[in-house]
């Protein structure tokens, strides 16, 4: 694993230092000695991971922490601050301002790589996402998502605990359940199964399990489908050292060390939350930039993007099973006078309305895409050509036997349509000549005096 890490600190000393420390591990290191330098590097997306000074001239580490926090497009940065503070407050006050971590010097050299790879391997599970919803920040997708998470609360979480030690838990419990609905369960097996059920923002697991090996859970958390991008926070005994390290190296997002500082338990579990509402945000936002790519806007069906990149797996399915498989073109009659006469407001509304009585006349494993502007295509597995024209014909006076209203009811319009029929026909069929036959069919129904149905046989 390699990754960029900017190292911010105006000590050239503690520079080195750290420098050296990583490129050991095959880390590539960027450095800056203030803050406006940092932001920049981060700004124009020049590392991966911030560890950052807290004792800084011009603008101290709690500020630059903030502001990458505050900017849509370095929010996602990790940030682990490094300091000689070490009292809690300062700790909390790190964490408050955003920081994945506050480590106090000095630091193990263990600690801190086990602790750099563990975030960035978080990031990279983020890099993904961000990089399949380029097409939503390329619409304002990221500036959204980071108003959303501004305005958006860290409250009203699901919270899952796993201690089996009432006084450990009850702790945890009186500080989180005022914001948050927080479930506790002593059995580790039980945890697990739970998990798996309830969508959960945080689970916060003790390292100290009497009768199960807590890193054993958290490994089968990660490996199962449903909990593997579950933030866990891991609570451990201060003697748990080596617990920490091999906890992160599982994939545990975070830890807090007992005797619990409510305050800094609630600045870490508010983080986790964050972070797994932000990737949530982008995993939406994936699903509608690809929801986007392959529907029509304007009807709500599928577009020919998606009829092209399906049909030809549909007629390899058909020709492997010996099965039928039916191809309708349909056809608005007149489309153009409409938008003349009335306007492309109208038209819009003939389309809509013409989408709805076709779905309403097919079935759901039928595939109906706008084909472009006012043709559209259904596809009809394990259908023959006279059941395709039966439903054509059905579909046909659907249209013709109903006026469609449009302008909030006060126009009615008789609109009729023209239909072309085809089918699967030998074993060297393709999507084009499918396609070409019932094209063919359309024009011979155009030509025929339209609002009729004609098959074309190959």
């Known amino acids: 694993m390699t990754a960029r890490i900017l190292v911010v600190d105006d000590v050239p000393a503690n520079v080195k230092l750290l420098e050296a420390r990583l490129t050991a591990e095959y880390f590539q290191v960027v450095t800056a000695d203030n803050g406006p330098d940092a932001l920049e590097i981060c700004e124009n997306g020049r590392c991966d991971l911030v560890l950052l000074d807290v004792m800084m001239p011009q603008m101290d580490g709690f500020e630059v922490c903030q502001r990458l926090k505050d900017n849509p497009r370095t929010a996602h940065l990790p940030v682990v601050m490094i300091t000689a503070l070490d009292l809690p407050e300062d700790r909390v006050r790190g964490l408050q301002a955003g920081a994945d971590d506050f480590l106090t010097k ?87 199964f739970r998990a798996a059920d309830v969508e959960f923002d945080t689970a916060i697991i003790s390292l100290s399990l009497s009768d199960f090996d807590a890193l054993r859970l958290c490994s089968h958390l990660r490996s199962l489908e449903r ?110 006078a409409v938008n003349d006469d009335h306007g492309h407001d109208v038209g819009d509304e003939v389309l809509r309305e013409f989408s709805q009585r076709l779905r309403k006349n097919i079935r759901n494993i039928d595939l109906a895409c706008r084909f472009g502007g006012e043709e559209f295509v259904v596809i009809m597995p394990d259908t023959g050509v006279a059941l395709a024209m039966v439903v054509a014909e059905r579909l046909r006076r659907e249209v013709a036997s109903h006026p469609f209203v449009v302008l909030g009811g006060s126009k009615q319009l008789p609109i009729t349509v023209s239909l072309g029929v085809s089918s699967l026909d030998k074993a060297d069929d393709t999507p084009e000549s499918l396609l070409k036959r019932a094209d063919i069919a359309l024009y011979n129904a155009k030509s025929g005096g339209r609002n009729c149905v004609v098959s074309q046989a190959a």
């Open 106 to 192: 000095p630091v193990s050299d263990l600690a801190l790589i086990t602790r750099v790879k563990s975030l960035i391997r978080l990031k990279m599970l983020t890099d993904e996402l961000r990089l399949r919803a380029q097409t939503g920040a390329d619409l304002g997708m990221e500036t959204r998502l980071g108003e959303n998470l501004k305005a958006g609360s860290q409250d009203d979480a699901r919270l899952l605990v796993v201690d089996d030690r009432p006084y450990s838990y009850e702790k945890v419990v009186r500080v989180l359940a005022d914001k948050h609905e927080v479930t506790v369960i002593p059995d580790a097996q039980e945890a697990l």
């Open 227 to 336: 909990t593997r991008l579950l933030p866990i926070v891991a609570i451990a005994d201060i003697d748990q050292e080596a617990e920490i390290i091999r906890a992160l190296d599982l994939g545990v997002n975070d830890y807090l060390r007992r005797p619990i500082d409510t305050n800094e338990l609630v600045a870490r579990v508010s983080t986790q939350i964050k972070r797994k509402r932000y990737n949530d945000l982008l995993r939406d936002s994936v699903e509608q930039s690809i929801e986007m790519a392959v529907r029509d806007p304007l009807t709500g069906l599928h577009n020919r993007r998606y009829l092209d990149s399906h049909l030809e797996g549909l007629i390899n399915t058909a020709h492997a099973k010996s099965k039928p498989l039916s191809a309708i073109i349909c056809d608005v009659d007149r489309f153009k």
